[in-house]
């Protein structure tokens, strides 16, 4: 693998994403990681270091879609499994998370599957200007909504990221703060369906069931 991969203790595993199978490197350890200094300044871990049961379920979902030539862009990308499909489906994508290590290894999972992905650092609380103009087709995020203060800067994120009539599709494993995202948008007057996905990948303790959240932005 890569550069960016170096000084990581390494776990190499394939993932079946419906009809692609996919070799992807992540981190032994999230717990390891943990740095005490980001703690103190902004609450935050290094969650992006596993591959969560909800991404599995949104690159299934890609991968079933033709994306020729949308504008994808993945929110708190972690190791990249959903930007990956996406791009291996004709999207022009941008991975985005907050930890800098969360986009070496997207990178350089997207190089061993063959996918052009470009990766930028985005923290939702504050959204490069011209990440905001570039509007997006196509907002996608797994597992997002673990803590109570993400979905109302999401809510407040995806309005200035998608174009007017633009989907995002958000995989949630049935957190109890998803209605900080849900309320203030369908308030706002977007679209929103909620799908029921069973999925076999490892379980957590959300247990087999992931919620997929479709939201589609007014206008268009
Ligand atoms: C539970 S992890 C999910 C990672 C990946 N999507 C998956 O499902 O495997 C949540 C992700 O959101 C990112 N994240 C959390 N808060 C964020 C913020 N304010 N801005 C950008 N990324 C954030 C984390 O760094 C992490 O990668």
Known sequence: MTDSLAGFDLVIQEVAVGALTLTVARPRSAEDLIDEDDYA???RLPYWAELWPSAHVLAAVLEARDLTGARVVELG???GLPAIVAALRGADVLATDWYDDALGFARANAGAAGARVATRL????????DLTAAAAD???????LYEERNGPALAGLLPLLLRPGGEALIADPRRPH???LLLPLTAAGWGHTRTEVRHSARQDESGPVIHLHRLV???G
Do not use: H, Q, S, T
């Not at 923290?123 to 490069?128: G, I, R, S, V, Y």
């Open 77 to 79: 990308c972690g190791i």
């Open 122 to 129: 985005v923290d939702w609380n504050a959204p490069p200007a």
């Open 217 to 219: 932005a007014p206008g």
């Open 41 to 43: 300044r902004d609450e």
């Open 138 to 144: 196509l907002v996608v995020g797994a597992d997002l």
């Open 178 to 180: 998803a209605d900080g």
